[in-house]
Each structure stands twice: as C-alpha cells, then as structure tokens.
C-alpha cells in the first residue's frame, strides 16, 4: 500500500515571503499522479497542482511550484509571494492510476501572516 | 471538471440514529469515493461506489455501519448508522474528473455531530 508522510504539522510564513512544504511517499509503483490539495475553513478540497511520475518537467501553477523528485520519492510545494488568502491546510495525495482513490497525508497547516 | 452538491452540509444527531449523506454530480461518473475526516485528521478513505455494483469497502469501514447506495451514474448516498460520539466528522463524497486532467473533486462536506 502507498503511504503519504507529510512531516511537518504546522508552518508558517509571513505574506510576500516564499514557504516550502514537504512530502514524501512510498510506492512501487512507475507510473501514478501526486497532488496538493489546500483545504480552508470552509471544508473545501481544492486542487493547487498536479504532477505526473512519468514527466520529468516540475509542475507549475502561478506561485506554486513543486519539486518532484522521483528516485527519492519527493514531492514538495513551493508558494512563491505567499498571500493571506493561502492560509489553509495542505494535503499531500497519492494516486496509483486514473479512477482510483486518493491517499492522503496528514496535512501540514500553513498560517501566512501580514 | 464536476460540480458536486452534497447534502446536509452539518448536522447535529443523537447517538443511535442514523443519517444518510447525499452526493449529487453534474456530469456521468463511474466511480464515487466516500471519505471520512475526523477531528483534525486527514481524510481517510471509506469506500468506493462503482454504479450497478456493491460498494467495495476500506479495511475498518463495513457495509452495516456504512451502508451506500448508487442508484445511477450521477447521485450516491452514505449513511452513517446507529452513530456514535466516535463517528462525528467531516465527510466527504469525491469523483473524478475522466476528460483529462485526472483531477478529483470534492463535495463541500458533511460537518456531523453526534451527541
């Protein structure tokens, strides 16, 4: 089974700055997706970015980055310019393939401060 | 990308009782997840719902507890039976998207507290 390890539970930055958050993950498996998701109050998941084990290229989503590294099994989120509106908790997950279910890590909770 | 509308978005229940969670998509989906989020946790997953088939269940998670139905390829319901303190969470119905990104959706959320 795919594990997720996100090992830091509480970061914090203040706003403008640039704050990285770590994930790690354990699979077998070659080919299969990884996610952050970013869940505010409000209870919504929502989808920062994507990447797929089989393009080498980091992904990029405006001021999010990752930094995929796949012999390691990384897979870190960088916010670039951090905003207010960033604070939330941030979910690292796992997908073996298209139509699965996800694995999630615990979450790291990130508070941006003015 | 999917528009999921689930249905109560909290609720305040006796232990005991049972309440039935709805998940409404816009578009045709095959498989429907279920996941639970407990008090400062991650989500964990409970099941996943495939239309025309019984709902296929995570290990600690069972039918009787966790009864779902798939009536069709856009609507599913979780029940959370003869609840307990234990089982106030967070819980969430999840597609995903098939028409190309991969991405997965989410429900707002049912907030259940069980007294």
């Known amino acids: 089974a795919q594990t997720v390890t996100q090992s830091q539970p509480e970061m914090s930055v203040q706003e403008a700055e640039t704050v990285t958050l770590s994930c790690t993950y354990d699979t077998s498996e070659n080919n299969y997706y990884l996610f952050w998701y970013k869940q505010p109050p409000s209870r919504q998941m929502i989808l920062v970015i994507r990447q797929e084990a089989y393009k080498q290229q980091n992904a990029t989503e405006n001021r999010f980055s990752v930094n995929f590294q796949k012999a390691a099994k990384s897979f870190s989120l960088k916010i670039s310019d951090s905003q207010l509106g960033d604070t939330a908790m941030y979910f690292c997950a796992f997908m073996s393939r298209p139509g699965y279910a996800l694995n999630f890590g615990k979450g790291t909770s990130l508070l941006v401060t003015p | 990308s999917a528009v999921i509308s689930q249905k109560p978005s909290r609720d305040i229940c006796q232990r005991g009782t049972s309440l039935t969670i709805q998940c409404q998509v816009d578009?045709?989906?095959?498989?429907m997840f279920w996941y639970r989020q407990q008090p400062g946790q991650s989500l964990t997953l409970i099941a996943t719902?495939?239309?025309?088939?019984?709902?296929?269940?995570e290990s600690g998670f069972v039918i009787d507890k966790f009864p779902i139905s798939r009536p069709n390829l856009t609507f599913s319901t979780l029940t959370v039976s003869n609840m307990s303190p234990e089982d106030s969470s967070i819980y969430l119905c999840s597609v995903e998207d098939r028409s190309g990104t991969d991405e997965a959706f989410f429900g707002q959320g049912t907030r259940l507290t069980v007294v």
């Open positions: 578009s045709q989906v095959t498989m």
């Open positions: 719902a495939n239309q025309g088939s019984e709902a296929t269940y």
